[in-house]
């Protein structure tokens, strides 16, 4: 098993571009979540999904979307980077039966 | 609404000395608890959870829902316990999940 995977590990972009966060799982979570890392603010949620086709705001939402198509990938979009925007972005997954919450190693942006 | 509250920042202990990390709650329902770690260049990954109620690389933490606690404790700090910890309340009521984070406490344990 590969785990959670993350795709890029580093990305720098300009204000008001796009991109595209890529996450998988290979163990057939059915939940998925966006957190972003930022010092002295600790992990916050961004979006959510219990399951194919589902998704749901977390915490700070404003600025990304996000779908789920599959249960293995929960892409997150950026629709036009802003600088507050710079981060650590981690996906996770869990079963719904579970309660542990598996990480990927993380996107680190960085938006000038 | 849920809260987790980390109050330090940051922990710096000597090798051997106790180590204590805070962490307090609020939820109107019964809570699920965690402690999650961070290593320099690891994952985030799973350190403890409340209902499990065991020791992990020496590790406890006692859920006291009178003081709406959940501190992480180990006897004898060791220079490899050094990282990122985050406690964490899990919310699974109905269909919805939500698994919020305090903002962390980074512990620095010195030779």
């Known amino acids: 098993n590969a785990g959670v995977t993350q795709t890029p590990k580093f990305q720098v972009l300009k204000t008001g571009q796009s991109m595209t966060l890529q996450c998988a799982q290979d163990m057939n979570h059915e939940y998925m979540s966006w957190y972003r890392q930022d010092p002295g603010m600790g992990l916050r949620l961004i979006h959510y999904?219990?399951?194919?086709?589902?998704?749901d705001q977390g915490e700070v939402p404003n600025g990304y979307n996000v779908s789920r198509s599959t249960t293995e990938d929960f892409p997150l979009r950026l629709l036009s980077a802003a600088p507050s925007q710079t981060s650590v972005y981690f996906c996770a997954s869990r079963k719904r039966e579970g309660y542990e919450q598996y990480f990927g190693p993380g996107t680190r942006l960085t938006v000038t | 609404a849920q809260r987790v509250t980390q109050p330090e920042k940051l922990l710096s202990v000597f090798k051997g000395a106790p180590v204590e990390l805070k962490c307090n709650y609020s939820y109107s329902g019964s809570p699920e608890l965690f402690w999650y770690v961070q290593y320099s260049r690891q994952r985030l990954q799973l350190l403890l959870r409340h209902i499990s109620r065991e020791s992990i690389k020496g590790f406890t933490a006692d859920l006291n829902k009178g003081e709406t606690s959940f501190h992480l404790k180990k006897p004898f700090a060791q220079e490899e316990d050094s990282a990122m910890y985050y406690c964490?309340?899990?919310?699974?009521?109905?269909?919805?999940?939500?698994?919020?984070f305090g903002k962390g406490t980074l512990l620095t344990v010195n030779p």
């Open positions: 999904s219990v399951g194919a086709g589902i998704t």
């Open positions: 964490a309340l899990l919310n699974s009521g109905g269909s919805n999940y939500k698994l919020t």
